[in-house]
Nanobody
Framework: QVQLVESGGGSVQAGGSLRLSCAVE????????VGWFRQAPGKEREFAAA????????YYADAVKGRFTISRDNAKNTVYFEMNNLKPEDTAIYYC?????????????????????WGQGTQVTVSS
């Protein structure tokens, strides 16, 4: 059974930084990718970033590219999401998901349906 536990959310002012963590327990060969998604009030869940466990290849949404960084620590089975220069529009609940992406199917990283397992979410609030 794969379980994801998120931590690190909070409230910051615009321009500030936060680091989210996603501990993946029970990870198997069926979970070779971890993604971060976010959902603002009244909006659908949207892709933010993803990482492939073995090679560490990363993928970003345009809205966060250059400001946010996704990384992983294989020894700790933990994925991090470093968020810098935060903006009020980054306010959302952030979820990490784990799933399986076949070789040469990079488009799947961007879809929430790819991720079979999800964490409980962590709130990020950015004030202007």
């Amino acid at each position: 059974q794969v379980q994801l536990v998120e931590s690190g959310g909070g409230s910051v002012q615009a321009g500030g930084s936060l680091r989210l963590s996603c501990a993946v327990e029970g990870r198997t060969f069926s979970t070779n990718a971890v993604g971060w998604f976010r959902q603002a009030p009244g909006k659908e869940r949207e892709f933010a970033a993803a990482i492939k466990w073995d090679y560490g290849r990363t993928y970003y949404a345009d809205a966060v590219k250059g400001r946010f960084t996704i990384s992983r620590d294989n020894a700790k089975n933990t994925v991090y999401f470093e968020m810098n220069n935060l903006k009020p529009e980054d306010t959302a609940i952030y979820y990490c998901g784990a799933g399986s992406v076949p070789f040469a199917a990079s488009g799947m990283y961007f879809a929430a349906s790819t991720y079979r397992y999800w964490g409980q979410g962590t709130q990020v609030t950015v004030s202007s």
